[in-house]
């Protein structure tokens, strides 16, 4: 069985963020320039559950991981 496709939209969505384009795009210009030794999880912009929610699709190669890499190459 094949995994689920994932989208940045859906990712936002999951995390609990307005997810239209143009939500999506201020939430990234704003919080853009994160430090490369910042691993995304530890941001200071993410509540403790979105937070883990990122922590643990990475760490578990889920099929989230791939929206979650998205996200974290746009925020540096």
């Known amino acids: 069985m094949e995994q ?9 969505a999951q ?6 384009h143009d939500d ?3 939430f990234i210009a ?5 430090n490369a030794r910042t691993n995304l999880a530890d941001a200071p912009f993410w509540s ?3 937070a ?3 922590r643990e699709g990475l760490r578990a190669d889920s ?3 791939e929206p979650i890499d ?7």
């Open 4 to 12: 689920p496709v994932h989208y940045l939209r859906e990712l936002f």
């Open 15 to 20: 995390l609990g963020l307005p997810y239209g």
């Open 24 to 26: 999506i795009e201020q």
């Open 30 to 34: 704003t919080h853009q320039g994160l």
């Open 48 to 50: 403790q559950s979105q």
């Open 52 to 54: 883990s929610f990122l």
């Open 63 to 65: 099929d989230w991981a």
């Open 70 to 76: 998205e996200l974290n190459v746009r925020l540096r």
